[in-house]
């Protein structure tokens, strides 16, 4: 539970300006007393600071404060307009990728932090002469200010670079990457078991409100399961939908309390996320194709560099041992087994959108055939090369039935006919991946 409400922290455009904000409120209040402790030292002049007057301190004090709030409400107006932009053009769903970018968060924290440190400090500039300036508060107030003008610039060109399509691709595919490592791992660890019976009925444990799945603990309903010597099996997977009163999972051993750590470990919210959810990380890149391939948008190379960069995660998960359902205690009993998605799900997924919208783009339909062929080099699990072979017999028959055929309808046939011939045959053994 707590990990998940610090991913959805860190994802927000609150929890970093903050922080900040703390930092900013203590550090003016700090460096004010320090003001006050040198002044009762009799130190008036401190070096390298010019002395300012109490007039001349609050000048400059409302002066970055004013500017520096009216910089930041306009540079995020920007960053809004961006956004909406963004959403309509490669997906609604991809904003969450401009809340969650930390350097988004860092310059509005910025920004706020200064604000907010120049308007506690300038409350402690009084009138009175006889009252000490604090003049190394005000003096760290301009250097912010300083600082400052270097974030606006960073910021002007990081919002540059953030509207490329480039940049959103990498940015999911990254997702991709380290959703597959933690759901496909390369060397599964003693605790994750691959192959486990499953539960004969058992108690269900129903959702008590509405979401979809966006994390589970896996550690700790091992933990509980194994301290009553019972089991949980989960029948909802991550990014599925529930629906209050839906069974969860089922369960054996002390149901009372599993039960409770079930619905505590399994956090239930308004969208999916990628984070364990190695589906919606596929199925981002994958709309990100099929929007390009819209008649509004009409952007096939937007596309087929999606599915390029599809690849590099559908290869891992294709070359790798299927999903380990299972997690197992320190004494190697399962406590617990998760319904990951397969590698056969996640590629169908994949094809069938963009068998649905794509074949009338040469440029897409020409990567996704370049995606397959790389899936078959690196496939060498029977179930996956029969299910990519499936995969081209129905993308070859829907080719067929398309019209018009364009110009380029025998070499498209060969190269699946091809890769069709390669998946029938099994792999030799001895040949590495492709």
Do not use: C
């Amino acid at each position: 539970m707590i990990a998940a409400w610090f991913t959805r922290a860190r994802e927000s455009f609150w929890f970093l300006p903050t922080v900040l904000g703390v930092v900013a409120l203590v550090a003016a209040k700090s460096l004010v007393a320090v003001d006050r402790v040198l002044a009762e030292a009799g130190v008036t002049d401190v070096p390298m600071l010019d002395t300012l007057s109490a007039a001349g301190s609050r000048a400059v004090l409302t002066a970055i404060s004013g500017s520096v709030l009216t910089v930041a409400a306009t540079s995020f107006s920007i960053t809004i307009s961006v956004m909406a932009t963004t959403s309509s053009v490669y997906g609604p769903r991809l904003v969450r990728n401009f809340m969650a970018d930390r350097a988004n968060q860092a310059v509005l924290a910025a920004f706020t932090g200064t604000f907010l440190y120049a308007l506690v400090v300038l409350g402690d500039v009084q009138d009175d002469a006889a009252a000490p300036v604090p003049t190394l508060a005000v003096h760290v107030a301009i250097v912010l200010a300083v600082v400052n003008v270097a974030v606006l610039v960073f910021f002007i060109h990081h919002i540059a670079q953030s509207v490329q399509v480039t940049t959103h691709e990498q940015r999911v595919r990254r997702e991709l990457e380290a959703a597959v490592d933690d759901v496909f791992p390369a060397d599964p660890a003693d605790h994750q078991v691959a192959a486990v019976p499953e539960l004969d009925g058992g108690p269900q444990v129903r959702a008590r409100s509405t979401g979809y799945v966006e994390h589970v603990d896996l550690a700790a309903l091992v933990r509980r399961a194994g301290a009553g010597e019972g089991r949980v099996e989960l029948v909802v997977g991550l990014g599925d939908h529930v629906i209050a009163g839906e069974p969860v999972a089922r369960v054996r051993g002390d149901v009372d309390d599993l039960a409770e750590a079930v619905r505590t470990a399994v956090v239930l919210g308004p969208a999916r996320t990628p984070h364990q959810d190695v589906a919606y990380a596929v199925q981002d890149l994958t709309e990100m194709a099929v929007r390009a391939l819209s008649p509004g948008t009409n952007d096939p190379y937007t596309a087929s560099s999606a599915l390029d960069a599809l690849g590099d995660g559908l290869v891992r998960v294709v070359s790798r041992s299927p999903a380990p359902r299972g997690r197992a205690d320190a004494e190697g009993t399962v406590r617990l087994v998760v319904p990951w998605p397969t590698a056969e799900e996640l590629v169908r997924s994949v094809v069938t959108a963009l068998r649905t919208y794509g074949l009338g783009a040469p440029v897409a339909l020409d990567a996704l055939l370049r995606l397959l062929d790389r899936l078959e080099g690196a496939a060498r699990r029977p179930g996956v090369r029969a299910a990519l072979r499936d995969q081209v017999e129905v993308l070859r028959a829907a080719y067929l039935a398309s019209e018009p055929l364009d110009a380029d309808a025998a070499a498209v046939l060969d190269r699946l006919d091809a890769l069709r011939g390669r998946l029938t045959t099994a792999p030799d053994p001895s040949t590495p991946a492709r």
